[in-house]
Nanobody, 124 residues
Framework: QVQLVESGGGLVQAGGSLRLSCAAS????????MGWFRQAPEKEREFVAA????????YYADSVEGRFTISRDNAKNTVSLQMNSLKPEDTAVYYC?????????????????WGKGTLVTVSS
């Protein structure tokens, strides 16, 4: 069982930066691939970024490639999402996700555990 708690959301102007963090409980955190998804109002939840448990390989949605960076600290049971050059279209609730393999955290149906989400609002 893995419990995930996100933090770091808030209001930021376009072009600004935010850093989201996800704290995970459970002794097996290091064996899970981790990811971030987001869901804007009236839209489906979409993949943002993922990181493997083994070699920390990273994967990004095209819409955030080059602007967002995912990282993990297995010693602290945390995964972070550094978001730079934010755009109004990045406004959404951001969810932390865990799965047994990285291929499981690039699509919502493959996720084993979800956090409750943190709201990011980017003003124009």
């Amino acid at each position: 069982q893995v419990q995930l708690v996100e933090s770091g959301g808030g209001l930021v102007q376009a072009g600004g930066s935010l850093r989201l963090s996800c704290a995970a409980s459970g002794r097996t955190f290091s064996s899970y691939a981790m990811g971030w998804f987001r869901q804007a109002p009236e839209k489906e939840r979409e993949f943002v970024a993922a990181i493997s448990w083994s070699d920390s390989s990273t994967y990004y949605a095209d819409s955030v490639e080059g602007r967002f960076t995912i990282s993990r600290d297995n010693a602290k049971n945390t995964v972070s999402l550094q978001m730079n050059s934010l755009k109004p279209e990045d406004t959404a609730v951001y969810y932390c996700a865990a799965g047994r393999a990285v291929v499981a955290v690039i699509t919502p149906v493959g996720v084993a555990y979800w956090g409750k989400g943190t709201l990011v609002t980017v003003s124009s």
